[in-house]
Nanobody
Framework: QVQLVESGGGLVQAGGSLRLSCAAS????????MAWFRQAPGKGREFVAS?????????SYSVSVKGRFAISRHNAKNTAYLQMNSLKPKNTTIYYC?????????????WGQGTQVTVSS
């Protein structure tokens, strides 16, 4: 059974950067799409970015982060990343890594525990 463990969250000043990591275990990592979501208190989970399986040649971003965030993957390390630049206080929330139960699908139904990102003004 696949498990996802996020790390890299923390406190950063506005304009700063953080890189989140998502370590996966329990299956062949390269066969599955990966994504990042975020969820503020009292709100629904919001899509941030996704990356395709295999070499990750296809990426997608929400309008609010495009140009500032970058998703990537390192299949040999079974890890996906979210590089976050030019962070803003409104980016403060919990970030979740997600993947699919099925290969080669963009359906996210496996979740990590989340990592807190706090951006101070």
């Amino acid at each position: 059974q696949v498990q996802l463990v996020e790390s890299g969250g923390g406190l950063v000043q506005a304009g700063g950067s953080l890189r989140l990591s998502c370590a996966a275990s329990g299956r062949t990592f390269s066969n599955y799409a990966m994504a990042w979501f975020r969820q503020a208190p009292g709100k629904g989970r919001e899509f941030v970015a996704s990356i395709s399986w295999s070499g990750g040649s296809t990426t997608s971003y929400s309008v609010s982060v495009k140009g500032r965030f970058a998703i990537s993957r390192h299949n040999a390390k079974n890890t996906a990343y979210l590089q976050m630049n030019s962070l803003k206080p409104k980016n403060t929330t919990i970030y979740y890594c997600a993947t699919s139960c099925q290969m080669h699908r963009y359906e996210y139904n496996v979740w990590g525990q989340g990592t807190q990102v706090t951006v101070s003004s």
